[in-house]
């Protein structure tokens, strides 16, 4: 991070804590609508997860493996041969640091265009206008602002009884780095993290076992979208086992063993060379001080309360992005980091959180927006469904990409359009156009 100048006892309008896709979104808007504005990051890069250890790095090794994928399964049916195939794993995960440098180095600009300070270190609350910087190098300095934006994010969690030694038993963080494919990974939880880093690793070669505590991969998307996932990625050569309870990973040299429930009480395990934990991802408030202005979090997900306007109980403090409620998609962090800076103007910003997508980057590829058919079911909403296979559409037989489905939900009586389901080629570029028809 290229820190602007050394700064003592600045004021600003404005101070961000948390540079990830809500903190940066959030310094920048608040810097165009004419605010003095400061963001506290206390890695070297800025970005956060999604740039640094998240969706951007995960997405370039998508995009790799899926080209090493089709050089290997797909080219020969289009007539296309290839000799000596191989792999460079360097040059693989070369590639993706590059990318995230480049993403990373472009807030630096957009930073420095907008006039925003930067600063590098672990903001602290003294007070509610008050914020103590702790620098690497171990100084402190104080810098105050009328208001504060939280924005600290979240971080892989784990389970109780499972020990992450980041090197066998790996989060998502290490699995972005690793050097070899692993020969067998197993994975822990069937969302939508373990499932892209799966894809990855599966399509370079590994072996992947899922273990699944819910009866369903992504358990909470639309269910026939999981269904036809596990479905399709079964064929790939997966292996799943939803409905059972992980209960254990232990190393041993370079293998790894873990041990499972089935439904029936059954005691499973398997035995790897990795084991991925990707059971969800926790709020990060760690080092915030939270208690020093009264703010206490949620015990389970701790989470930062907000009302309405993304304001904590302490007038001027807001909290936006993975650290609240809802969605954890940089995207809904980044629509928040707006709202907030607007508000603070006393503009009148709108999110409708209902039309916040959500994507899968597996292969095929799975999108979604609105109400899925359990949640209209709970809600006792009538409506209908309408299906199409891509079997049937000529365009995804010219591709050979003929898996899944477009789902469409509309209400029985007016024909409003509830929900679009998606799974298949390009599901994440068309679930756009889905948002669009359903906001207007
Ligand atoms: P974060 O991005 O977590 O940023 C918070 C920042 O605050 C961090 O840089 C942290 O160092 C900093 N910080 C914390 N405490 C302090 C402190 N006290 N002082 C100073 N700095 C502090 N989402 C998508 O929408 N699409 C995807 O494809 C996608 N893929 C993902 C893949 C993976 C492997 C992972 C892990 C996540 C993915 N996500 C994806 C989720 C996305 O990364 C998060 O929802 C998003 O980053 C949340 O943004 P945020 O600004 O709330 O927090």
Request: aromatic share 6%; with cysteine.
């Amino acid at each position: 991070m290229q820190l602007l100048k050394e700064h003592s006892a600045m004021q600003y309008d404005v101070i961000v804590i948390g540079s990830g896709p809500g903190g940066y979104v959030a310094a920048i808007r608040c810097a165009q609508l004419g605010l003095k504005t400061a963001c506290i990051e206390k890695y070297a890069t800025y970005g956060g997860t999604c740039l640094n250890v998240g969706c951007i790095p995960s997405k370039a090794l998508l995009d790799s493996s899926e080209h090493y994928y089709n050089a290997s399964h797909a080219f020969k049916t289009h007539g296309i041969n290839l000799d000596n195939l191989s792999l460079d794993m360097a040059q693989l995960m070369k590639r993706k640091t590059e990318v995230v440098a480049k993403n990373t180095g472009g807030i630096t600009f957009l930073f420095k265009k907008n006039k925003i300070d930067g600063y590098q270190g672990i903001g602290s609350f003294k007070d509610k206008n008050t914020i103590s910087i702790k620098k690497p190098d171990g100084t402190e300095q104080e810098i105050t602002g009328k208001n504060i934006i939280i924005a600290t994010g979240s971080k892989p969690s784990s389970l109780p009884f499972i020990q992450i030694d980041k090197k066998r038993i790996i989060t998502s963080t290490e699995a972005l780095t690793l050097t070899e494919v692993p020969k067998h990974l197993i994975l822990i939880g069937g969302g939508v993290i373990g499932l892209e880093l799966g894809s990855v690793y599966s399509r370079l070669g590994a072996k992947v076992s899922v273990i699944e505590f819910m009866d369903s991969i992504i358990p909470t998307m639309d269910r026939g979208l999981g269904k036809e996932l596990q479905k399709v990625l079964s064929k790939q050569g997966r292996e799943f086992y939803t409905g059972h309870k992980g209960t254990g990973a232990t190393v041993k040299g370079k293998e790894v063993t873990v041990t499972f429930d089935a439904p029936n009480g059954d005691k499973k395990e398997l035995k790897g060379d990795y084991c991925l934990v990707a059971v969800g991802r926790i709020a990060y408030t760690d080092g915030l001080g939270l208690d020093k202005i009264g703010l206490t979090v949620e015990e389970r997900g701790r989470k930062i309360t907000v009302n309405d306007h993304l304001e904590t109980s302490v007038k001027g403090v807001y909290a936006i992005g993975d650290v609240i409620k809802g969605a954890m998609l940089a995207h809904k962090a980044e629509d928040e980091g707006t709202f907030v800076a607007e508000s603070i103007v006393g503009q009148k910003p709108h999110i409708n959180y209902n039309l916040i997508p959500g994507v899968v980057y597996t292969w095929p590829e799975v999108a979604a927006v609105g109400q899925t058919e359990e949640q209209l079911k709970a809600a006792n909403v009538k409506y209908k469904t309408g299906s199409f296979p891509f079997r049937a559409s000529g365009r995804a037989v010219a591709s050979g990409d003929m898996d899944g489905f477009v789902k469409v939900l509309a209400d029985a009586a007016t024909d409003e359009i509830l929900g679009v389901h998606i799974i298949g080629p390009r599901a994440a570029d068309m679930i756009a156009e889905a948002v669009c028809a359903m906001e207007f």
